[in-house]
């Protein structure tokens, strides 16, 4: 475990509290009548973010330059392409990276939504010619990459392995389809994830264990971005 001063934890009290609201009332009039509210909620999620980012540089040097502030993704959604006109998120989402929220680089994701929270790490969406780089990588290293998912600490925090959900049925056009590590180079997204309670969100200690949590992930990232960056 990664120690840490409890009083510098901050919390996200009323966070989830927030968005609950906001999904039975998603329409301009409320969210207008209650801006205050949300502007002291998306307050409290960048000052967790600052301290977070503040504690995990020292694990991953390539946060060094972040503002933890910006990576929080806005709360109106674009309705311009899609059925679903609701004009806001019912989530929160924040993604730490070298690169900034929008980077097509590995990094750190924290998804605040009731009922369905979760954190993670990886890269999601790549364009075709990055998403290559990182299968080369993993062509190259398979083994390396299969030991990180293997150690004890990413076993018990992510299981082990990356969403089955995000792999392919057949093996990517060219790669040998007898690669023994073949299993590794058929995700279209590389990312690993954890769950959460909404209890664990709203306990004191939530910060320290997500800090624990994404400090897990540092050699995933690391060996994602080292393939990106070749």
Known sequence: MVQTKKEEAPSLEGVL?????????NDRDWFNAHKGEYLQ????????????????????????LVDARKGMYRIYRDTRFSNDKRPYKDYIGTFLSKEGRHGSCSGYY???EPGKCMFG?????????????????????S???????????????YGGKMDENM??????????????????LKYRH?????????????????????????????PFNRFLNEALDF
Do not use: C
């Not at 994830?193 to 320290?208: K, L, Y």
């Open 110 to 112: 924290i998804h605040l």
């Open 167 to 184: 792999r392919l049925k057949v093996a990517p056009r060219g790669y040998d389809k007898d690669f023994p590590d073949m299993d590794l």
């Open 190 to 218: 590389y990312f690993v994830s954890r769950n959460i309670t909404d209890r664990e969100v709203n306990a004191a200690g939530f910060a320290q264990k997500l800090l624990d949590g994404l400090v897990t992930a540092v």
């Open 41 to 64: 909620v998306k307050a409290r999620v960048e000052d967790f973010m600052v301290w977070l980012v503040e504690h995990l540089v020292k694990f991953d040097k390539e946060l060094a």
């Open 121 to 141: 790490a990886g890269v999601y969406g790549l364009p075709p010619e990055k998403q290559k780089k990182v299968r080369d990588g993993i062509y190259f290293q």
């Open 143 to 157: 083994q390396k990459l299969r030991n990180i998912l293997q150690k004890p600490d990413m076993k018990k925090v």
């Open 17 to 25: 509290d927030f968005l609950k609201a906001l999904s039975k009332n």
